[in-house]
């Protein structure tokens, strides 16, 4: 990652003059936007908003897994040419501080999109831990980044991306305002889905491949018990797995969930030693591009996901 950053730095300094300028943040009437978004959430609810007055890009391709992604040099000296870039958050992206630095903050709008989401800590923390690794970055896993897998945070995180997109370009603010109500009304009846749902539910505990759905279940009721941390790559200890054995015969889990840009293998080694199914419980951080074919979206994913809750809960 160093040697990337390292390299970057070189081809701004000695082949690029950035076009950046006081006031350039503001677009004149008209004229097409670029807008860079770090994953696919980030793309969808930014599409979704923006509509046909902006170019919107995910720097994460489909099919890939966004927490070990890296941004290559060209696509760093490509943000220079944007007009926005949006990024999730709470340590989401490891990369995002390095490419911040070389940015035009004149003529590129920087979008936290976690800005004032009041952040759940890692399960991997504990208090004593916490206070211990004070000082270190959300990078570490103190916090847990996956906000937009709750709906009702999706919705909190389009509101930060809408009010950029009227700072930057007013003149379209009521065409931003109009499909910001659509997308609010799309979430706010998938989550009272969910919501009804969760009432019929005979358990409230999902057994999941990694840490990202404490947003979900905060929100809607339920409790998590994850294989892995935060952060997908990392492989559980024998004692963790003999640990989650004893949990999930204990509390007569059926099901153990997996996601589909994830191995499955620890998901299939648990769900065989407790006598439990495995189903897919996606944590929509990206789409593969079979689903983007067939017209999925975060919504149709979340109803997926739903889906397999009900058969997984209600038995």
Same mark, same amino acid.
């Given at each position: 990652m160093k040697k990337v950053i390292t390299a970057v730095i070189i081809l701004l300094l000695f082949g690029m003059v950035l076009p950046g300028c006081a006031g350039a943040n503001v677009k004149p009437v008209g004229q097409g936007m670029k807008i860079y978004t770090s994953f696919y959430p980030m793309y969808f609810l930014a599409s979704e908003i923006a509509g046909d007055k902006a170019s919107v890009i995910s720097m994460v391709p489909a099919g890939a897994e966004p927490h070990d992604w890296e941004p290559t040099s060209k696509m760093a000296i490509e943000l220079n040419k944007a007009d926005m870039l949006i990024y @999730?958050?709470?340590g989401m992206e490891p990369w995002i501080d390095n490419i911040l630095t070389i940015i035009d903050k004149d003529r590129t709008k920087i979008v936290d999109a976690s800005e004032g989401i009041e952040l759940l800590k890692s399960a991997e923390y504990n208090e004593e831990e916490e206070n211990e690794h004070e000082e270190e970055s959300h990078e570490h896993g103190i916090y847990d980044p996956h906000i937009w897998v709750s709906p009702i945070r999706a919705m909190q995180q389009a509101q930060t991306i809408y009010e950029a997109l009227i700072e930057i370009d007013p003149a379209n603010s009521e065409y931003y305002g109009k499909n910001k109500i659509e997308l609010d009304s799309k979430l706010t009846r998938l989550s009272k889905d969910i919501w009804d749902a969760s009432k019929l539910f005979k358990s409230n505990v999902i057994v999941v491949s990694h840490e990202a759905f404490g947003y979900f279940v905060n929100d809607y009721g339920l409790k998590q018990i994850a294989i892995r941390g935060v952060n997908p790559q990392e492989e !559980?200890? !024998? %004692?963790? #797995?003999?640990e989650l054995v004893r949990e999930c015969r204990d509390k007569n889990v059926k099901y153990i969930f997996f996601e589909k840009l994830t191995s499955p293998k /620890? %998901?299939?080694t648990l769900a065989k030693e407790v006598g439990a199914k495995t189903l897919v419980l996606n944590d929509a951080a990206g789409l593969s591009e079979e689903d983007i074919k067939s017209g999925k979206d975060y919504v149709t994913? #979340?109803?997926? @996901? /739903?889906e397999n809750l009900k058969k997984a809960l209600g038995e």
């Open positions: @999730n958050g709470a !559980p200890s !024998p %004692s963790k #797995m003999a /620890l %998901s299939e994913v #979340m109803y997926e @996901n /739903l």
